[in-house]
């Protein structure tokens, strides 16, 4: 591909390969770990030697509770059908494509009353997909189809119409922030990088290292859209004078590595990438490294020394990567959602992304990954500035069983928690910073009244201890020492005094660490002890946990009036923590009792309290 | 951090040794190339054992003690071949009060592997790992993904017996 007019050509074509019935599978790890192996498999058998049928794969959609998920497309009709399986299938092709009757009892439902397509979901309703555009449309390991959604179009646009100052300015004016967590403006930080364009060499990196426990909306885009990522390197490449760049992703992403490694190859196939593009003298080529287990490789300097072969240290800054990255040279890294957003910014404007956002807040759209205690799981692209409200109750669905929501922990090991007094804030960069949070990569986890925040902090910390590279001390130590307190403090040997020394600690960690990961290491203590220091104070003075969680503040007792005396209990107890005699009433020994809960579970009658 | 020396002893063939060194010589001149090469290194012998370290320090000129820096700083890589035999043994609470510490034991003893290593044959990996949530059928433990209940220490010779 040489010519503009090539692209436009390639566009024309694919869009003009249309078919009576379009059927499409959700083929990513959501997908595939739900079984939408088989039913992609027993739809392509029973269509081959249909013309009229094109079955295809595509990318994750979004609603991961529901997978696998088959779309039907007749004469541009669209209907969802969820939770498939084989058998499920076969029906569908039988009844739907075939007989031309919609199979209501696979649908989505809301209120009862069977939904035709995703899109007529309240779930669905509120969001605006950007950099999830393309996810769970297009097959993903075709070229053609990321072409005929108007892909390298931007690409074709900055290389010919555009200064690469004019470009910088343009990110710079759509108000672009990092989605990886930093939130610095996208625009500056090339801005910073872009002089002496062609004197030196200069890289163009993509963070994929995604590695936030509950935040997966880069994987979902780099096994949905991967196209999207390379075209805005490309971009970006263009706009500070780079011709190389490299793709860190995580060796625990194989489906996305595998689509990357087909896309890359595509886009040389088309002269997207490699020399001469578009007949323009830019160069730009696209390696990809893998990460080796290492969260703190998702920090900026040590994802660098990574790639440069080394134990992934984070190293001081300054001097910072625009003036000394990779290789020493000036380099900009951006997430895979940051690049996302790049091509849209560019076809559409600054002023369209500009008016994606309500009023007031930080530009353009955000993807969350909704987990934890919420009707609907999965990936949301929402408006900045959407508040928790509309998220959980709306988009998510509210909280399972008729518990009561308690509090959202946002931004992951990084981050913080929002309590359901502050349920109203919309969510944008500056708004959760003021009530101690931060969006981060974008985790949203839902905690209702039986999740221990005690436990919560103590989760988080355990993960960062494991993972501290062990550089400097602060975070290396630091972590260490307030996982101890936190142990103890669930373990019900807390004092007051404990609570205090965690504040204090937590403060020397973020203000004495080397990088972001100790940084903001104590975020989740620190955010848990401002908004549920009652729960903290519980645990310390009257050794209870209120969400009764912390197994070893429980205890599990034997309500006499309940007990039958049919010995079950007794039986099944592991530790023989349970005595009594047949047909009178059975008593528990508290200090044999290792709270494994199998009598509560064994007993018939529910005479069994925990407390 | 819990990686060790290698325990077992190294049984690499001539074909992986001559995969290894053409995937170093793919390698030459390549920045950063060190993640690489012992990533393909780990996929051909399935682990990073020093004699591996050494060729690649060796045929890159790499100091050995940067290359097992590496190797020991991410997760990923491998010190130890899993045994044909991976052996868990639970020593959650319950198993433990209910004497899973003695069981690990009795397995270690008549396996001659050190819990957390694997027997230098190569046959059986042996680790201890934290509750499975089976405390029901308290001890637990099990071999490549083969769950065994309410054992006793005079079980063990006869299970062991299964997998030799």
């Known amino acids: 591909m040489k010519t503009i007019s090539e692209l436009y050509a390639a566009k024309e074509v694919e869009n003009s390969k249309t078919y009576p019935v379009l059927v499409t599978v959700g083929i990513a790890t959501c997908g595939l770990a739900a079984g939408a192996g088989p039913v992609i498999d027993k739809l392509k058998e029973l269509a081959s030697g249909n013309a009229d049928v094109c079955v295809k794969q595509v990318g994750c959609i979004g609603i991961c509770q529901h997978e696998p998920i088959c779309e039907v497309y007749v004469n541009g009709e669209r209907f969802t059908y969820v939770k498939m399986n084989a058998e499920k299938a076969a029906r569908v092709y039988e009844q739907h494509i075939l007989g031309g009757r919609p199979v209501e009892e696979f649908m989505l439902t809301e209120k009862g009353e069977p939904v035709q397509n995703l899109m007529g979901t309240t779930f669905m309703k509120l969001q605006k997909r950007v950099a999830m555009r393309n996810c769970g449309i297009i097959d993903p390991e075709s070229i053609d189809e990321y072409i005929g959604r108007d892909g390298y179009r931007a690409l074709a646009k900055v290389l010919t119409e555009m200064t690469p100052d004019g470009v910088i300015q343009q990110v710079l004016d759509s108000g672009l922030r990092g989605r990886g967590g930093g939130g610095f403006p996208t625009g500056l930080k090339w801005r910073f990088a872009c002089s002496n364009r062609g004197q030196v060499k200069k890289y163009v990196c993509c963070n994929a290292d995604e590695g936030d426990p509950g935040a997966f909306m880069d994987r979902s885009v780099l096994e949905g859209d991967p196209h999207s990522v390379i075209e805005a390197m490309a971009i970006a490449a263009y706009a500070i004078g780079s011709d190389e760049g490299y793709i860190y992703v995580r060796a625990e992403y194989p489906t996305a590595i595998k689509r990357l490694t087909i896309a890359i190859e595509q886009a040389h196939r088309y002269g997207l990438l490699g020399e001469n593009i578009f007949g323009t003298g830019f160069n730009f080529d696209v390696k990809l490294r893998f990460g080796a287990g290492a969260f703190v490789c998702g920090e900026e300097t040590a994802l660098m020394t990574s790639i440069e072969g080394n134990r992934g240290e984070p190293r001081p800054r300054p001097p910072f990567p625009a003036v000394k990255g990779l290789f020493a040279r000036p380099t900009i890294l951006n997430n895979v959602e940051t690049y996302a957003n790049i091509a849209q910014i560019i076809l559409q404007g600054a002023d369209w992304y500009q008016s994606l956002q309500c009023p007031g807040c930080a530009a353009g759209t955000k993807v969350f990954a909704l987990t934890g205690k919420i009707t609907n799981t999965g990936l949301v692209e929402i408006p900045m500035g959407t508040t928790l409200r509309t998220i959980i109750e709306d988009i998510g669905g509210g909280v399972p069983n008729g518990k009561k929501f308690k509090a959202a922990q946002t931004g992951g090991p990084s981050g913080g928690c929002i309590p359901a007094s502050l349920i109203d804030t919309p969510i944008d960069y500056d708004n959760l910073a003021k009530i101690g949070s931060i969006i981060g990569s974008g985790g949203l986890i839902v905690m209702d009244e039986d999740t221990c925040m005690v436990d919560m902090a103590r989760f988080f910390l355990d993960f960062t201890v494991d993972e501290s590279c062990g550089k400097c001390a602060p975070c290396r130590i630091g972590t260490h020492r307030l996982l101890e307190i936190l142990d103890r403090i669930i373990a019900g040997n807390g004092t007051l005094e404990d609570l205090d020394k965690l504040e204090e600690l937590a403060t020397y960690v973020k203000s004495a660490s080397l990088c972001g990961l100790g940084q903001t290491a104590p975020n989740p203590v620190i955010s848990t002890l401002v908004r549920f220091r009652d729960e903290y104070v519980a645990h310390v003075v009257d050794k209870k946990c209120p969400a009764g969680v912390c197994k070893n503040l429980l205890r599990y007792r034997i309500l006499e009036d309940k007990c039958k005396g049919c010995t079950a209990c007794a039986r099944k107890c592991p530790v023989g923590a349970i005595s009594g005699t047949v047909k009178n009433p059975h008593k528990i020994d508290t200090s044999k009792c290792i709270k494994c809960g199998v009598c509560m579970a064994t007993c018939k009658f529910g005479a069994i309290v925990k407390e | ?164």
Request: glycine share 10%; with cysteine.
């Open chain 2, 1 to 164: 951090m819990k990686k060790k020396l290698t325990t077992v002893e190294f049984r690499g063939t001539p074909e992986q040794e001559a995969k290894l060194l053409a995937v170093i010589a793919k390698y030459e001149g390549v920045d950063g190339k060190m993640m690489p090469v012992l990533q393909e290194a780990q996929d051909i012998y399935g682990y990073l054992p020093i004699e591996v370290q050494k060729i690649i320090a060796e045929k890159t000129g790499t100091p050995l003690e940067e290359i097992y820096g590496i190797a020991t700083f991410y997760s990923q890589f491998k010190l130890n071949p899993n045994g044909v035999y991976s052996i868990a043994v639970c020593l959650g609470t319950a198993c433990y009060v209910k004497g899973s510490q003695a069981i690990i034991e009795e397995i270690s003893r008549q396996l001659g592997v050190e819990v957390g290593s694997t027997s230098p044959d190569g046959k059986y990996s042996l680790e201890a790992t934290r509750c499975i949530g089976a405390c029901g059928l308290a001890p637990v433990m099990t071999i490549n993904g083969d769950v065994y209940g309410r054992m006793t220490k005079d079980q063990v010779a006869g299970i062991l017996a299964k997998y030799r």
